[in-house]
């Protein structure tokens, strides 16, 4: 059984850029293929720039950070065996690369 966390791209939103026809397909479509599946959508502020107003102060160090906690709060309620796929679009693939770069470092804790 797996886990697998979609993550938008820039200027995307964590349900409606996988929605159609209001159908999520990530959570409506892929349990009924995949039994045992977790599906999880990550969202962050995904703006380039406000209207009469500055972009966003969030950088993607900060949205790759706030990934991990929430995957470390999630997990610490289960079992941590659960393997996660991560299916990103764009700033999305920054973003999860940028959590990769967390978990090699010699201060992250598991």
């Known amino acids: 059984v797996i886990s697998i966390v979609f993550i938008h ?21 892929l349990p009924k293929h995949l039994p045992g599946v977790r599906v999880m959508t990550f969202g962050y502020d995904a703006s380039v720039a406000r209207l009469f107003g500055r972009p966003s102060g969030n950088n993607i160090n900060k949205h ?7 995957l470390q709060q999630m997990r610490s309620l289960e079992s941590q065996d659960r393997p996660i796929v991560f299916v990103a679009h764009s ?10 770069s967390f978990c090699l470092t010699p201060t992250f804790i598991r």
């Open 91 to 100: 700033l999305g693939g920054i973003v999860v690369k940028d959590v990769s």
């Open 64 to 70: 790759a950070a706030s990934l991990l906690l929430d």
């Open 9 to 29: 791209g820039l200027r995307g939103h964590r349900i409606n850029t996988w929605t159609k026809h209001s159908c999520c397909w990530p959570a409506d479509l």
